[in-house]
């Protein structure tokens, strides 16, 4: 059974940071690509961050270029994400996914979401 659990979501000034992280189980995490998403209230879902799956290529939302960093560790099945100099309009519900393809981005298994509020 696969399984993507997000955490280390939370309430935030802007101006501040926190790390996400998810971590996988139930599959070969390092044959996948894995990304980033979020969504904001009343907003569409956003691919923020992705990671190629031995790590040396990622990509980034226009959003979030210089302020984002997504990586991984391979040998603990976690992905990351480094949010600096948060903005309130970061302020969505996050999700990893996991993906067969990079940079195309097919969306495989996804997490259930961790909720990052953004204070001005």
């Known amino acids: 059974q696969v399984q993507l659990i997000e955490s280390g979501g939370g309430l935030v000034q802007a101006g501040g940071s926190l790390r996400l992280s998810c971590t996988t189980s139930?599959?070969?995490?390092?044959?996948?690509?894995m990304g980033w998403f979020r969504q904001g209230p009343g907003k569409e879902r956003e691919r923020v961050a992705t990671?190629?799956?031995?790590?040396?290529?990622?990509r980034y939302a226009d959003s979030v270029k210089g302020r984002f960093t997504i990586s991984r560790d391979n040998a603990k099945n976690t992905v990351y994400l480094q949010m600096n100099s948060l903005k309130p309009e970061d302020t969505a519900v996050y999700y990893c996914?996991?993906?067969?393809?990079?940079?195309?981005?097919?969306?495989?298994?996804w997490g259930q979401g961790t909720q990052v509020t953004v204070s001005s």
């Open positions: 990671i190629i799956w031995s790590g040396d290529g990622t």
């Open positions: 996914a996991t993906s067969l393809t990079w940079p195309a981005f097919s969306g495989g298994s």
């Open positions: 139930g599959l070969p995490f390092g044959s996948y690509a």
